[in-house]
């Protein structure tokens, strides 16, 4: 079993910046991708970002260049820094992890953007 554990959401002011942190624990091998997802109210989840085992990376289009994920690996951590919050981003995000034996995901961290 695999655990995921998020951290790092906050009411924030729109402009604001946040880090989201996902520590990773358990039965971790041949990890072939960690990721954010996100889901606002009423709202499906949706890709937020995704880093691959060798390092390479994808974005949601709505990202626009405001979101950068990053791993910590000697710690099994993924991180996802978010610059210029707007109240759009206000969502639950979610930390994904896939490897050889299955899907995981953490229980999210809420993320508030309003004045």
């Known amino acids: 079993q695999v655990q995921l554990v998020e951290s790092g959401g906050a009411l924030v002011q729109p402009g604001g910046s946040l880090r989201l942190s996902c520590a990773a624990s358990?039965?971790?091998?041949?990890?072939?991708?960690l990721a954010w997802f996100r889901q606002a109210p009423g709202e499906e989840r949706d890709l937020v970002a995704r880093?691959?085992?060798?390092?390479?990376?994808n974005y949601a289009d709505f990202v626009r260049g405001r979101f950068t994920i990053s791993r910590e690996n000697a710690n099994n951590t993924v991180y996802l820094h978010i610059n210029s919050l707007r109240p759009e981003d206000t969502a639950v995000y979610y930390c994904?992890?896939?490897?050889?034996?299955?899907?995981?995901w953490g229980r999210g961290t809420r993320v508030t953007v309003s004045s």
């Open positions: 880093i691959f085992s060798s390092g390479r990376t």
């Open positions: 994904n992890l896939v490897q050889s034996d299955g899907i995981y």
């Open positions: 358990g039965s971790i091998f041949s990890v072939s991708s």
